[in-house]
Nanobody, 122 residues
Framework: QVQLVESGGGLVQAGGSLGVSCAASGASRSTFSVNGMGWYRQAPGKQRELVASISLGGRTNYADSVKGRFAISRDNAKNTVWLQMNSLKPEDTAIYYC?????????????WGQGTQVTVSS
């Protein structure tokens, strides 16, 4: 069974920095490979939106609202993705979700983490 386990997040003042990470794991006997990975966020009363994504080859994509402030990276050997968030603003407050496109046991689909809260105080 595939799991995405997130860590990091928390409370920070505006202008500060936070990092979140996400590790994908699966059953030891499974044929398991991770393709694209990304971070989404959902603020209260708003739809979930893409924050940043990174392909298996390392190509990145960012929402306009976070360009120049956030950086996504990954370690393919560890099936882990990170999101470094700098110059945080109160409007960055949301639950951040990790997502990964994973091929396991002959099937491919998107998997999601449980979400981690990021709160930026003004």
């Amino acid at each position: 069974q595939v799991q995405l386990v997130e860590s990091g997040g928390g409370l920070v003042q505006a202008g500060g920095s936070l990092g979140v990470s996400c590790a994908a794991s699966g059953a030891s006997r499974s044929t398991f490979s991770v393709n694209g990975m990304g971070w989404y966020r959902q603020a209260p009363g708003k739809q979930r939106e893409l924050v940043a994504s990174i392909s298996l080859g390392g190509r990145t994509n960012y929402a306009d609202s976070v360009k120049g402030r956030f950086a996504i990276s990954r370690d393919n050997a560890k099936n882990t993705v990170w999101l470094q968030m700098n110059s945080l603003k109160p409007e960055d407050t949301a639950i951040y979700y990790c997502s990964a496109d994973i091929f396991v046991d002959g099937s491919r689909r998107d998997y999601w983490g449980q979400g981690t809260q990021v709160t930026v105080s003004s």
